[in-house]
Structure formats: C-alpha cells, structure tokens
C-alpha cells in the first residue's frame, strides 16, 4: 500500500466511525478511526457473507456506507460485551 491508499483508508474510517457514532453514540476522534477501519473490514465481511450488493455507483460512497454499517455492528457487539 502506498501513503495515498492509506491516508484515503484513514479518511473513510473517520467518516465511517464518525457517522457510526451518530447512530449508537460515542465519541472521540482515535476512537472514530479504529472504529472505522475495523467496520469496514466486519461490513465488507457481512455484506459479502450475506451476498448483499449496496447498488452504488461510487466506490468511495459504497466503502464509506460497508464501512459504517460494519462500524456499527461493532460498537453495538463491544457493548454487548462490556
């Protein structure tokens, strides 16, 4: 990976965990990054698992919406937990 693909991966996990936090609560910008690059890896596993396609046309909107949903399951999971 190259620093674009990284930063570009940084930059979608902060929106991914941003947008995440507004639909189950939290905060905090380190958290919004962790909680978005691990989204995205738990949504493009449950969507591909589930054989959903979202239908977007725009690759970083599709990778944006797989990221967050992924971002959601797992803050909903890690307060199942605690």
């Given at each position: 990976?190259?620093?674009?693909?990284?930063?570009?991966?940084?930059?979608?996990?902060?929106?991914?965990?941003?947008?995440?936090?507004?639909?189950?609560?939290?905060?905090?910008?380190?958290?919004?990054?962790?909680?978005?690059?691990i989204g995205a890896?738990?949504?493009?596993?449950?969507?591909?698992?589930?054989?959903?396609?979202?239908?977007?046309?725009?690759?970083?909107?599709?990778?944006?919406?797989?990221?967050?949903?992924?971002?959601?399951?797992?803050?909903?999971?890690?307060?199942?937990?605690?």
């Open positions: 990976m190259d620093l674009r693909s990284i930063i570009v991966a940084i930059i979608i996990g902060l929106v991914a965990g941003w947008l995440a936090s507004i639909v189950v609560g939290g905060g905090g910008l380190v958290r919004y990054i962790i909680t978005g690059l890896f738990v949504g493009s596993f449950l969507l591909s698992a589930l054989g959903v396609n979202l239908g977007i046309g725009n690759p970083l909107v599709s990778q944006i919406i797989t990221a967050t949903i992924g971002a959601i399951v797992v803050v909903l999971l890690a307060r199942l937990i605690a």
